[in-house]
């Protein structure tokens, strides 16, 4: 019965810690929460405004840096940008990439790259990637891609995550207090249910907060290093966003055709050669039944007329004879 008398006002006390732990939590959520979701609005309303679908000039760079610069302070920002872009070398614009990524000391999350066979007709490449650069050099490392090549789409995107960050701290500063509390209870509890239900209530609370401490990672890493999803795609000539005269889409379109031409006769050509170990023998063979099949045929034709001549020599001979005969009988007649 004592460690039961013991026992209960351990346990209340461990209830009313945890209830006034979250209370505060709550308190302090509350109070956060009209000037967290002004800012919000605010910068929900900046990203809206400064989304577009085609860059024009230096003007996109200095929207950029509005954007990502333009956090208030305890603000927690998660930037996104995206670039469809165009290059005459992809080769070249690899590598300026891969040296614009580590001067910003960045890196790649992910990357893809798409290319045709080597006797396509259309030889276009293309590659993808999603780059983290820091938060800080996130303007100047986009304004160096835009110069690296032509921008066809630009779109940028920025999430506050100020309010969940402030929850998720929130609810871990009040687990924390209760685990401090816990421990406190722990050094003084004197019966073995009590210790047992203490820790079991302290293994509990270190699992939330691993959890909310992950979390937590995962919110500034997101707004340390801002997201950059890059398209780009190999091409001859670039693409401009204003519409050509009649002209020029004319000798656009004559430029276009004859290349097309050209490509075609170097693919049949390379397709020819490819296949020379095959046609190459069977047009010598044809060759070869044309070739005797020709003399065969002049041999025939060549016995056919001696077997004429022959036989006009011997009708000849017949008939020379037949006259012979007939002046011999006239002459005895006479």
Known sequence: MKRHFLLLPITLLSLSLASCGMQE??????????AKSAAQNETMAVSEAKSYDTYDGSAAGSDLITLTRGAKEGQKLVTTVSLDMETRDLD???????????????????SSMNGSSYD???KS??????????????????????ESGNVLSENSYVQDVTLEYTDVESRKHALTAERDRLYELLSQAASTEAILSIQQRIGEIDSQLESYESQLRHFDNSVSYSTVNLYVMEVREFRTVQSDSFLQ?????FKNSAYFGVELCTTVLVLLLGLSPI?????????????????R?????????????????AQAEKEAAAATESNSASSESK
């Open 25 to 34: 939590s709550s308190s302090d959520r509350d109070s956060s929460y009209v």
């Open 125 to 146: 490449r293309s590659a993808s990637f999603t780059a983290r650069i820091p938060e800080d050099k996130l303007a100047a490392y986009v304004q160096k891609l835009k």
């Open 120 to 122: 396509a007709i259309d």
């Open 249 to 253: 889409r004319v000798k656009t379109g």
């Open 279 to 295: 046609w190459i023998p069977v047009l010598i063979l044809v060759l070869l039944l044309i070739h005797f099949g020709k003399k």
């Open 92 to 110: 070249a614009f690899l590598k300026e990439l891969n040296t614009a990524t580590t001067g910003a000391e960045g890196y790649f999350e992910s």
């Open 297 to 313: 045929r002049e041999k025939e034709a060549k016995a056919r007329e001696e077997a004429k001549a022959r036989r006009e020599a």
